[in-house]
């Protein structure tokens, strides 16, 4: 028997969910439509997920270094990192939340 759940990417639901999975020692490493990748890690961090435009996603990628990141229509991206919430790349991103709801 399988268990499938469906979220809306980068939403407070999908995040819990994803660090449940942390919990139990699953770290998150891609994310592929609604199939969603893990490797079992000894401690796995707990990950935040954060709205931006492609192009700061692009130009941050290097310093930003995020687990993994998954692209709304080319221009609009989710980006799922274990940053604690203080050091966020972006630190309001209501309107991109918006814009994906």
């Not at 961090?45 to 990141?69: D, G, W």
């Not at 980006?79 to 814009?99: C, E, F, G, H, I």
Request: hydrophobic fraction near 40%.
């Amino acid at each position: 028997m399988q268990k499938r759940r469906f979220f809306l990417k980068g939403s407070a639901a999908e995040v819990a969910w994803l660090n449940r999975q942390a919990a139990r020692g699953y770290q998150l490493t891609a994310i592929h439509g609604l199939s969603y990748q893990f490797k079992e890690v000894p401690q796995a961090r707990q990950l935040i997920a954060e709205y931006m435009p492609q192009t700061t996603l692009k130009a941050m990628t290097t310093v930003f270094q995020p687990l993994t990141s998954y692209t709304f229509h080319d221009d609009m991206a989710v980006v799922y990192s274990t940053v604690a919430p203080k050091q966020r790349v972006v630190n309001n991103d209501q309107q991109y939340r918006l814009a994906v709801y």
